[in-house]
């Protein structure tokens, strides 16, 4: 039950949502034709959103909508096409890192730094298909821009946060998970964000993912790479409902995901990415697990993609490839599939997309 306010508490607290909302929009801002960035300044309601539980986007939206003051928030649903890669490694200088590409409908992508009350500070990067409809609102003059940047926090498709944790979703094409043992529902981006917000390890995180029954966004499955700054990697994947998680042997192991189940028993009958996996793997044992940023980038240039959707005829592309430094809780990035224009991007530098120059030269 609510706790009762005053009309002047709710009218200050009115106020107050307004003026966050308002310095949110005003952060929001080009950085070139492929990247956007936000410096996310209002409250979202995560803790509450957890307390309630939700089972779908409508849930979250609804939620938003009534008890976090977003009345205008709205979500583009996806429509297939993902794909996406990940792995761990180490550089030379004994950081662990986190490589990542996004692919999915061609469209700008948005850098989001959260600043919750009750969690850690964030750095993510979010699809504009999601929420924004790709550039058909990345207009600033657009009187329509806040009816969606509203819900970037539960738009994140990676990230890491101020401990160095870190994580990313991808994508098997089957059936999606919707699991009924009585915990709290969640749905795939609320666990992403929770994650995120409330886990310093990956042993955190998996006690998080365990805590709620998973219901997949959409109507495919998905599967999750996470990774710290201790060195720890695992994978969580959900087979007929039942939630599995794959760890390293050994703190400094490689794990690597793609778009088909690694779990014994999984359905990879729709299975895709076996040669990026292949070929992330043999790269990794060639440099025993230890990789440059720069050419852990390189890595994921190597693993792109680049079609034109069968079915619904958009093309297809990697988004972006991300590179997240797990103890200088950093990002190297790369968008719209030009690796000539790197940046580089901190949690402590919140807004901020920086030139980065690229003066290594990359490993033969």
Known sequence: MKEKISKD?????????????EATLGSFRQIDGNIW???????YGLDALLKKGVSSIMDAVVFLQKEVQMPHLAVNP??????????NAKNPEGDYIFGRNFDYKA??????????????RSMSVIDSTFFLHGTKYLSLKNAKRPLRIMGAPYMAMDGINEKGFSCAVLEIKTKATKQQTGKKPIITTVALRAVLDKCATVDEAIELFAA????DSLFI?????????EGNSAIIEYVDNKMYVIKQEKKDDNLILTNYFLTPGGDNHDGRGYKRYDHIENTLKQHNGILTEENA????SECTLNYRHKVLKHPVITLW???????????LLCAGMDYSKKYKCYIDRPGEVLLWDDTVPAES
């Open 37 to 43: 960035s936000l410096e996310y300044k209002s409250a």
């Open 321 to 331: 490839s991300a590179v997240y430094n797990c103890n200088e809780k950093s990002m």
């Open 107 to 120: 469209a700008p992508c948005v850098v989001c730094w959260t600043s919750p009350e009750n969690g850690y």
């Open 221 to 229: 499955n998905y599967h999750y790479q996470l990774a710290d700054a």
């Open 297 to 300: 980038m390189k890595l994921l």
């Open 212 to 215: 709620y029954d998973m219901h």
């Open 78 to 87: 996806a429509h297939g096409g993902f794909a996406c890669s990940t792995f």
């Open 9 to 21: 508490e709710a009218k200050a607290q009115k106020n107050l949502a307004a003026k966050n909302r």
